[in-house]
């Protein structure tokens, strides 16, 4: 559950290199397959938007990796809510399961988006 703590976390963090990942989520079924195909292409669009700062491939891969490595991960898709925020920068990445769906959505830039909505 996303709390308020999380929220201020996020916003103190403010990282110079932030990218911001927001996917509604299947939670049964077959259509539980479609989460990591929505996660695979939001890495593509953040790819791309740190490309647009003039972030090496290098490091944006190295600060992507570990959301890549969900991709894979049959157990994490197999318990989630309706929507996922994931948080990522050169120190790391904060998962949070939301009760409610969002929509797809990639951001990149200084600090974190914490508004999927806006």
């Known amino acids: 559950m996303f709390s308020r703590t999380d929220l201020t976390t996020?916003?103190?963090?403010?990282?110079?290199?932030?990218?911001?990942?927001?996917?509604?989520?299947?939670?049964?079924?077959?259509?539980?397959?479609q989460n990591p195909i929505m996660l695979k292409n939001l890495?593509?669009?953040?790819?791309?938007?740190?490309?647009?700062?003039?972030?090496?491939?290098?490091?944006a891969a190295m600060v992507l990796a570990p959301a890549a490595a969900l991709v894979e991960d049959f157990d994490f898709w197999?318990?989630?809510d309706h929507g996922l925020a994931l948080f990522l920068s050169?120190?790391?990445m904060q998962v949070h399961k939301l009760p409610i769906s969002v929509p797809e959505l990639a951001v990149t830039g200084h600090?974190?988006?914490?508004?999927?909505g806006v």
């Not at 490309?51 to 090496?56: E, H, Q, R």
């Open 10 to 33: 996020l916003i103190e963090t403010a990282p110079d290199v932030g990218v911001s990942l927001y996917l509604p989520t299947r939670t049964h079924g077959r259509e539980t397959r």
């Open 43 to 59: 890495l593509g669009q953040a790819r791309d938007g740190l490309a647009k700062l003039n972030i090496a491939d290098r490091e």
């Open 78 to 80: 197999q318990h989630q």
């Open 90 to 92: 050169e120190t790391g």
């Open 111 to 116: 600090g974190f988006h914490i508004l999927p």
